[in-house]
Structure formats: structure tokens, C-alpha cells
């Protein structure tokens, strides 16, 4: 594939996520104008569209086609609509993503890439839910958003070579993210926490996160957590949380546990949101009332239906939630030492060169 054509693609599918971002706004009453959140919120409707089509059918690439023209479509009309309130919000998302062509082009894939990643976007692309997948790699056994996202950057005579970008996308629309606020709290003199803390999070992605080599299914993850912690902190000041805000962490909790289930630790921060509300019982209502909440419980349900499609347990590697009696199911022998083999793995008693 030329150049010219791969960046094509590439802010194609740019216009294309902020496009099902708007959607999904339109849909479920957001007020957010942050092109930045507009992309997370594409990012999440693609996700979840390609986990309920792919128990269907595979995403083949004529399906990939069909979806970024019809985002592209819906950036068009979002434009037409917005560009004179947005237009130079437009113009520093593209110089975002213009500056971000070097992260694609100054380094490799990430080492686990052609290892299971690879393969696991191509059974995507190839074949429906596998009952089972796990048993033929282990890697297969912990599935990613990532790689359903990435399973629609697969477009008719493109080879494959557009779908390594998912990652660029979680680090685009968070620098516009942290670039907006910083400079909507400079100009109000307002919330120096949030803007210390966009700032120190702009230089840590930029920084330590630029190489392609190192975004496997954590670092995107960790992207969206910072995110996380700016809402809760702006929260915090204002002690007060609109239902758009409340709405915005819902959806970020559940794309970083969608990336990598180990984040789902991370639902605890809803802790210090419910302890600093005045009226803890009508949050409570709120939260449980709210479309966005019904949604995201909607595809947690889907995630840990994969994961016994795949493993024959809820939850891997936690050998109470499988059954091993499935014709599919890995053994629990297996698991429990998958599960011993991550835990020492995950305080440092192992990596790739020793043990």
C-alpha cells in the first residue's frame, strides 16, 4: 500500500470515529462538544458493534467498507452542523493527528503482535465467536477491545496494513482531551490541580507512550485511566457531578476493562464519587436510571460471555467461575497455573528472559 493511501485510510477513519462519537452523543442525549470525548465515544461504539455482529457473522472487510463510509457520512452532517462553533477545534485535532504520523511510522509493532494479536483480529475478520479459541493460545484466552477495533481497519485490498492503528487513536483523542483542558482551565483561572495534572499526563503519553512497540492492550487502557482521574478530580473541586460527567466515567471505566479485564479494579474509584455526594440515595438512582449505565452493564454481560465462549470460564484465569465439564473448557489444572503463572509474572518474578 503507498503512503498516500495509508494516510487516506488513516484520517478516514479519523472523521469516521468522531462521526459514530456524535451518533452516540445524539443517542444518548450527551452534551459533551469535546472532540476528543466524541472520539472515545466512537471508539466505543465501533467496539460494541463489532462484539454483538462478530456472534453472528465475521467482519469482513466489505462490512469494514460499509462502516467507515457511513461514519465518514455522519462526520459530514456533523460538520456541516458544527463547523463554525468547532472549526478550530477541527483544525487542532487534524495537527494532532498530523504529529502523530510519527508515532506510527518511527517504530515497530508491539512484541505480542505477531505473537497472538495478530491472529486473533484475523479470526475476527474470518469466522464468528469460536467456542474454544483459547485452547489453541494462550494469549487467545484474555481478549481485548483492541483487537475487535482493529478488526475494522480491515477494508477490501488493504492487506491488513491498516489494522495496527487502534492504538493511535486512544492517544490522539486523549491529547486533544488533555489540550482542551488545560486550556479552558487557563482561561478561566480555574482548577490548577486539573490543569497540573493535563499537563503531566500530556508529557507522559507523549513521552513514554509514543512508540507503537509499546502499546500492546495496556497502554491504551492506562491512556483512558488518566482520563479518569482528570474527571474525578475536576468532580472533586466542583462537588458537584452532572449526569453528563457521571455518564462520561461510565463509559471510560468500562473501554479500559473492555482493553484488559485487570481494570476492572479500577471500578472502585466510583467509591469517592458516591462518598462526596450530599444525597447518596438519589445518585444511586441516577446512576442506575441512566441509559449509559444500562448500555455499558449491556456489553460488560458481552465480555464475559466471550470469555467462556473462549476459556469455558466468566472470568480467566479464576478457576470458580469456569467449568471444566464443556467440551471446550480448558482444564482447571490449566487454569490454576495460568493463574499462578500471572501472578508471579505481574510482581516481577518473570518476563520474557528470565524466571
Known amino acids: 500500500m503507498s503512503f498516500f493511501y495509508f494516510i487516506s485510510f488513516y484520517f478516514l477513519f479519523l472523521f469516521s470515529i468522531v462521526g459514530y462519537g456524535n451518533l452516540f452523543k445524539s443517542i444518548f442525549s450527551q452534551k459533551e462538544n469535546n472532540l476528543g470525548y466524541l472520539g472515545i465515544f466512537g471508539i466505543l461504539t465501533l467496539i460494541i458493534f463489532t462484539y454483538f455482529i462478530n456472534f453472528f ?13 457511513f461514519g465518514v457520512c455522519l462526520f459530514i452532517n456533523f460538520l456541516i452542523n458544527n463547523f463554525k462553533v468547532l472549526k478550530k477545534d477541527f483544525i487542532i485535532l487534524i495537527l494532532v493527528f498530523i504529529f502523530l504520523i510519527i508515532f506510527i511510522l518511527s517504530a515497530k509493532n508491539h512484541d505480542d503482535f505477531p505473537y497472538y494479536h495478530f491472529s486473533y483480529i484475523n479470526i475476527i475478520t474470518q469466522l464468528e465467536s469460536v467456542f474454544g479459541l483459547g485452547n489453541f493460545n494462550h494469549g487467545f484466552r484474555t481478549s481485548s477491545s483492541i483487537f475487535y477495533l482493529s478488526s475494522v481497519f480491515n477494508l477490501p485490498g488493504t492487506d491488513y496494513n491498516l489494522i495496527h492503528l487502534s492504538p493511535v487513536f486512544f492517544l490522539g483523542f486523549a491529547n486533544f482531551v488533555f489540550l482542551k483542558k488545560i486550556y479552558f482551565n487557563l482561561k478561566n483561572k480555574e482548577n490548577f490541580s486539573v490543569i497540573l495534572l493535563s499537563l503531566m499526563s500530556l508529557a507522559l503519553i507523549n513521552i513514554f507512550f509514543y512508540r507503537m512497540a509499546e502499546h500492546g492492550t495496556d497502554r491504551s487502557a492506562q491512556i483512558i485511566i488518566l482520563l479518569i482521574f482528570i474527571e474525578i478530580i475536576e468532580f472533586i473541586n466542583k462537588k458537584y457531578l452532572a449526569e453528563d460527567q457521571l455518564n462520561k466515567l461510565i463509559i471510560l471505566i468500562t473501554l479500559a476493562v473492555s482493553l484488559k479485564a485487570f481494570y476492572l479494579i479500577y471500578i472502585i474509584l466510583f467509591f469517592p464519587l458516591f462518598i462526596f455526594q450530599q444525597n447518596k440515595k438519589n445518585f444511586l438512582l441516577k446512576l442506575i436510571k441512566s441509559k449509559i449505565f444500562f448500555i455499558c452493564s449491556s456489553f460488560f454481560f458481552i465480555l464475559i460471555t466471550i470469555n467462556f465462549i473462549n476459556t469455558g470460564c466468566f472470568v480467566y484465569p479464576l478457576a470458580m467461575t ?19 503463572w500471572y501472578q508471579l509474572w505481574s510482581k516481577g518474578g518473570a518476563s520474557p528472559n528470565f524466571i
Open 322 to 340: 469456569c467449568n471444566e465439564n464443556l467440551v471446550w473448557s480448558i482444564s482447571l489444572v490449566e487454569v490454576n497455573h495460568m493463574n499462578e
Open 57 to 69: 457473522i465475521p467482519i469482513y472487510p466489505i462490512l469494514s467498507l460499509f462502516l467507515l463510509v
